[in-house]
């Protein structure tokens, strides 16, 4: 009986000593990041892992950037518009794909699927003349039409699998009443597929937001570039010079509303990203 509570002491002590180091490793570089921004220059090659005092001179240095704030609204513009155009998309082929019998409806996920897996370098010089020969080259319609074309795959799977696990009655109930299938997907099936809308959507909005490669390709100007461009372009007082402290502030204050949009939605995220996992 010792023997067997020793045991599941040493387990449950292991489990949280586990934990412990996934959370030292997964937060202590925000975490250095944020004391990082909040230093003076001339403390930021001292090694300290506490604040004696708060400097905000690296934010008020990014915030008097005219270009960095106009990055911070193009990447709201364009995550936001990739995350409507993608929702709307996968929601009717998620219908089309989950409600309707057809042949190759398999093959048809497949190749959905499979377009996903493809990196962003292996299409880059293919898209980079699809997006100039449409003239959106250093315009955010461009990084619109890229970023969707990247999200939607995964979108159109998640919303699928969850649309397949709604009750067939549902749909034949508004089919009597009359119902065409717009309004079976907008006023039936919309009010339950949060979980996963919610899920697709924050996940697009995140891919959408941190996506660097396209940004730096597709656009030119500073009234044109994203968050993550505009970071990487942050330049000190000379060539020698590398503003930590800046690029620390910037960093932080593009992902602060990335984790609080995590923590308000971790409930739904868990249950979109495990809607069909277990039939019953």
Do not use: C
Not at 99 to 122: E, H
Not at 190 to 206: D, K, N, Q, V
Not at 231 to 236: T, V
């Amino acid at each position: 009986m010792t023997a067997r509570r020793l045991n599941k002491l040493a387990t449950r002590i292991g489990f949280w000593v586990l934990v412990a180091v996934v959370l030292l490793y997964a937060v202590f570089p925000f975490y250095y990041a944020v004391i990082t921004s909040l230093k003076p220059s001339s403390e930021l090659f001292s090694v300290s892992y506490w604040l004696d005092s708060l400097d905000f001179s690296n934010y008020v240095a990014i915030f008097s950037q005219g270009s960095f704030v106009r990055a911070i609204f193009n990447s709201i513009l364009v995550s936001i518009s990739v995350v409507a155009i993608a929702l709307l998309l996968g929601i009717t082929a998620s219908y089309a794909l989950g409600r309707v019998r057809f042949r190759g409806r398999t093959t048809v996920m497949l190749v959905i699927l499979g377009v996903s897996m493809f990196p962003q370098v292996a299409v880059l010089s293919g898209l980079f003349e699809v997006i100039r020969g449409l003239g959106l080259y250093n315009n955010p319609a461009g990084l619109i039409l890229s970023y969707t074309i990247f999200t939607l795959p995964f979108t159109v799977w998640v919303l699928t699998t969850f649309m397949k696990q709604l009750p067939m009655e549902l749909e034949e109930a508004a089919i009597m009443d009359g119902a065409t299938p717009w309004i079976t997907i907008t006023k039936v099936f919309l009010p339950l597929m949060w979980p996963a809308m919610a899920t697709t959507g924050l996940l697009a909005f995140i891919a959408a937001w941190n996506e660097f490669l396209f940004a730096l390709t597709f656009t030119l100007s500073d009234d044109q570039r994203t968050v993550p461009v505009a970071i990487a372009l942050i330049s000190g007082g000379s060539q020698h010079e590398l503003p930590w402290g800046p690029i620390m502030a910037a960093s932080v204050t593009v992902t602060v509303p990335l984790v609080v949009l995590v923590m308000i939605f971790q409930k739904r995220i868990v249950s979109g990203l495990t809607a069909g996992a277990v039939k019953g």
